[in-house]
């Protein structure tokens, strides 16, 4: 087992390693090109920070394990809200003032609660993946038209410019950036894929419930980098606005590419168990940051209690490994 582990150790550290490289040569070039810091924001870097999750779930599917799939584009949601929130606003309360990321919030919860519609019947077919790539192509379009309405006058696109102007680079190193982050993407996801289903294997669990833990983590490690680093800046608008943009792609993006690829079968657990949470860790998210006076805050308290719910849910899931 000690190949499969290192497996894992080096695909997870040359992922989040890939994907940062693969987001600054994106943004550069995008800026290069004349698009607005908003829709670099909320298009390239929101596709950046999720890479990891859409290279490992398309993977996965092509070779025939959809638990992890499933369980990285869900997990990760889990993983977004529950541990990277709470530990972003436990190093610093999160103000969301935003009104782009409050029209945001309704629209993940509706996809959350859309997603369900996609899994009831237990079957998720390439015509169901289909559907979420439309869905999530209308919901880019939609909050992109929505930006660019409030072009210069909203936070969030503050935010966006000081992190571009501190990542400044040239056309050529770019590039070379872009490329070199895709290419190793690829790379990684296979040594991330091939070293989870080996364990998953040895260890006689799903492949689903790898998917839930260590990948999961592990391909949410650039929201978790990003968004703790905006709260340090005290550019909390970023903060949030990675979790909802990655979650938003998770869904809707990461398992439509899985599904359209390889159909598959939904484990009950996802039902009963990961669904449930998501949605109400996104209700609750909802709650905190939304305020019609435009006063959200999402406090060091609440991000105690997002912690211990995702670590309650981490020890369930471990229990049910070892209680099989």
């Known amino acids: 087992m000690a190949l499969p582990l290192l497996m894992i150790v080096l695909g997870l550290l040359i ?9 600054e040569g994106a943004a550069a070039i995008a800026r290069y090109l004349g698009m607005s810091p908003l829709l670099i924001g909320m298009v390239v870097v929101g596709f950046g920070t999720s890479a990891p999750e859409l290279s490992v779930s ?3 599917a092509l070779q025939g394990n959809p638990g992890i799939a499933l369980g990285n584009g869900y997990g990760s949601n889990i993983t977004n809200i529950a541990l990277i929130l709470g530990i972003t606003a436990l190093i610093s309360p999160i103000a969301v003032h935003s009104q782009i990321l409050k029209k945001e919030l309704p629209i993940l919860l509706l996809v959350t609660l859309f997603a369900f519609a996609q899994l009831y019947d237990g079957e998720f077919s ?4 289909a559907v979420e790539l439309i869905v999530f192509v209308g919901v880019m379009a939609w909050m992109t038209l929505q930006g660019m309405k409030q072009h210069r006058t909203d936070s969030f696109e503050q935010d966006i410019e000081t ?3 501190a990542h400044a680079m040239s056309a050529f190193k770019a590039w070379v950036c872009l490329i070199a982050g895709l290419v190793l993407l690829v790379v990684s996801s296979r040594m991330l894929v091939w070293g989870a289903v080996s364990v998953a294997t040895d260890l006689g669990v799903s492949d689903l419930i790898i998917g839930l833990t260590v990948v999961a983590i592990g391909t949410s490690l650039p929201e978790l980098a990003s968004s703790v680093a ?8 970023l903060a949030v606005g990675n979790i909802i943009g990655s979650n938003l792609f998770n869904t809707l993006a990461v398992v439509g590419l899985a599904g359209v690829i390889q159909p598959m079968s ?3 657990d996802i039902i ?8 109400l860790l996104t209700l609750a998210l909802f709650a905190m940051g939304y305020d019609r006076n435009g006063n959200g805050n999402i406090n060091r ?3 105690i209690v997002l912690l211990v719910t995702y670590a309650g849910y981490t020890l369930y899931l471990i229990n049910t490994v070892v209680s099989n």
């Open 126 to 129: 390439r015509l169901d993946g």
């Open 301 to 303: 308290w609440e991000g």
């Open 15 to 23: 992922l989040v390693w890939s994907a940062d490289l693969f987001v």
């Open 266 to 268: 939904i484990p009950p």
């Open 230 to 237: 905006a709260a340090r800046k005290g550019e909390h608008e």
């Open 58 to 60: 398309a993977l996965s």
């Open 272 to 279: 009963n168990r990961d669904w449930p949470l998501m949605t």
């Open 163 to 165: 992190e571009l102007e």
